[in-house]
């Protein structure tokens, strides 16, 4: 009799762990690339597609009293 599906899952993944090994691909350096948008102020950085919403939040978390184009002057709305 052959095995159950949890162990052909098993073998399945166990070999596909090994052929894509030397092929793995990492995506950090991409996300790094990105991030483009960042604050005058703090200098933190956000991704390319944050919107205008979410810079709000970081301004009146973090600066309150400043507007948008004080934290991100070359930050447009796409």
Not at 1 to 24: E, F, L, V
């Amino acid at each position: 009799m052959g095995g159950g599906n949890a162990q052909k899952s098993a073998m399945a993944r166990a070999r596909n762990a090994k052929n894509a090994g030397a092929d793995a691909k990492s995506q950090l350096k991409v996300n790094e690339q990105a991030k483009n948008v960042q604050c005058g102020v703090c200098r933190q950085t956000f991704l390319l597609t944050i919107r205008e919403k979410a810079l709000q939040e970081h301004i009146d978390s973090k600066h309150s009293g400043k507007t948008i184009k004080d934290c991100f002057p070359t930050w447009a709305p796409q």
